[in-house]
């Protein structure tokens, strides 16, 4: 293993990590809140930089079908961060049309 080849795996091993911290906070601004719209951009984040873990560790591992699970979780992650705006937004709705009739 040359020089070049240990300096990007110590980078990839690097960006895991502080990619694991960041991580671990979106998680926590998930469960804590304060609101609904910042749980939610948590998630989508959350989901996103899993992605990019992926993607390095394809790299870091020289493994091709990594990228095919990669773009798997965009896809499901896409659709799930969808599904959580549109429950959102419905009871959103919901709370509002209790307003008026109030």
Known sequence: MSLLDQAYQILFIGTLTVMAVLLVLCLIRAV?????????????????M????????????????????????AMISFLAVI???????GIYLEKKERGKKS
């Open 83 to 89: 599904v959580l705006t549109k429950v959102y937004i």
């Open 32 to 48: 804590r809140g304060p609101r609904v719209a910042d749980r939610v951009v948590a998630v989508n984040m959350m989901g996103t």
């Open 50 to 73: 899993t992605m990019v873990m992926i993607a390095i560790l394809a790299l870091l591992l020289d493994e091709g079908y990594l990228v095919d699970i990669c773009i798997i979780y």
